[in-house]
């Protein structure tokens, strides 16, 4: 059984920090691509990073702010959040698939876990 479970959340003042982590079980990080995901209140889901083939993509509202790194011996991921902004607040889904995802509003992926609310307060 595949299981992702999301941890890190909380409230953050505007230009401060977070890092969420995601536990995973039941999966092999080297046959999925591993992404981050959220969705902010009465928003669609947008799609934050994917990585996949040992390199990371990032969308360009998170590029240069958001970074994410692994601990494949873990079976951890982490999305360290800096310089955190009122827009980036939303709960935050760490997901896996096959491959990554265009477009998260019109697709999910095969699994994701129960997510992290993040707060950021200006």
């Known amino acids: 059984e595949v299981q992702l479970v999301e941890s890190g959340g909380g409230l953050v003042q505007a230009g401060g920090s977070l890092r969420l982590s995601c536990a995973a079980s039941?999966?092999?990080?080297?046959?999925?691509?591993i992404a981050w995901f959220r969705q902010a209140p009465g928003k669609e889901r947008e799609g934050l990073s994917c990585?996949?083939?040992?390199?990371?993509n990032y969308a360009d509202s998170v590029k240069g702010r958001f970074t994410v790194a692994s601990d494949n011996a873990k079976k951890a991921v982490y999305l360290q959040m800096n310089s955190l902004k009122p827009g980036d607040t939303a709960v935050y889904y760490c997901?896996?698939?096959?491959?990554?995802?265009?477009?998260?509003?019109?697709?999910?992926?095969?699994?994701w876990g129960q997510g992290t609310k993040v707060t950021v307060a200006s």
């Open positions: 990585t996949a083939d040992g390199s990371t």
């Open positions: 997901a896996a698939d096959f491959v990554c995802i265009a477009n998260y509003s019109v697709q999910l992926p095969d699994y």
């Open positions: 039941g999966i092999s990080f080297d046959d999925y691509a």
